[in-house]
């Protein structure tokens, strides 16, 4: 390894050593209900998670885009009701009948599915017949899933869901804020909305960017400016081509 410019050998191994400890405190993701943010694109969704066990139907569909918080909810109410929870690219090697008599549940990504659609088809008759509680999460509604089995097609079209958008500016900037307090960042509010107006509408890249957003000013030593957040936006591609209006609001933040 190259020693920097004006360290030594010994203080170059200190501060790399001093960086990655800095860059490991940042634990997780946390997945609990103090950590979730309600905003207009979620807020309905998170009142029907709340309002369980009091369903109509023991079977609830989540839908969103990537990024949009839907492991999230379904970890809030895994942790209510006491589920498992199950990516759903492992169904085909589940014990279906042990699985729909062991309690409530949660399938993961159901595009991942892959050959277990008999399997799915089963739980979902077993969950109503036993009254198991099945939360089950998808990018897509169920027509755009690619499922050709039609009795499963039926089954889930009979299922109730709710739907998270993807996140919105207010929803993009609480985030930020929060991912940044995690990190001990101090950021003007005005770089928060810079890059809240321009970063990819997802929650995953709001994590990505202030962990690359961290690393970039630990190398440089330096505070975080605007011009660093738009560095770090064009080099992790996370950046995004706002409105114009959305681009004039961005701009009038400090450099």
């Known amino acids: 390894m190259q020693t920097p410019p004006g360290l030594s050998a010994a203080e170059a191994r200190s501060e790399g050593a001093s960086r990655q400890l800095i860059l490991e405190l940042a634990g997780p993701p946390g997945f609990g209900v ?3 943010f309600v905003s207009g694109s979620n807020e309905k969704a998170l009142g029907v998670i709340e309002r369980w066990p009091a369903w109509p139907d023991p079977v ?3 839908l969103g885009p990537d990024g949009a918080g839907k492991s999230h909810l379904g ?3 895994a942790a209510r009701a006491g589920a498992r929870t199950l990516p759903a690219a492992m169904l085909a090697a589940e014990d279906i009948e042990a699985l729909a008599a062991s309690g409530p549940l949660l399938i ?5 599915l892959g050959g277990a659609q008999t399997q799915l088809f089963h739980l979902l008759n077993l969950a109503r017949e036993h009254g198991t509680a099945l939360v089950l999460t998808a990018k897509r509604s169920t027509d755009a899933l690619g499922f050709d089995l039609a009795d499963l097609l039926s089954r889930l079209r009979l ?3 709710v739907e998270i958008g993807a996140p919105d500016d207010a929803l993009m900037r609480a985030v ?7 990190r001990q960042l101090v950021v003007d509010i005005r770089v928060v909305d810079y890059a809240a107006l321009r970063l990819e509408r997802s929650l995953g890249a709001a994590r990505r960017f202030v962990e690359a957003l961290d690393r970039e000013a630990l190398s440089r030593k330096s505070r975080i400016t605007r011009q660093i957040a738009a560095e770090v936006l064009r080099t992790t591609g996370a950046e995004t081509l706002p409105g114009a209006d ?3 609001q961005a701009d009038q933040g400090p450099t």
């Open 159 to 161: 299922a109730p869901y």
């Open 75 to 77: 970890a809030i109410w």
């Open 246 to 248: 959305r681009t004039e």
């Open 176 to 182: 930020l804020v929060k991912l940044l307090i995690d």
């Open 34 to 36: 103090e950590d979730f």
């Open 60 to 62: 609830l569909l989540i």
């Open 108 to 112: 993961e990504d159901l595009e991942t």
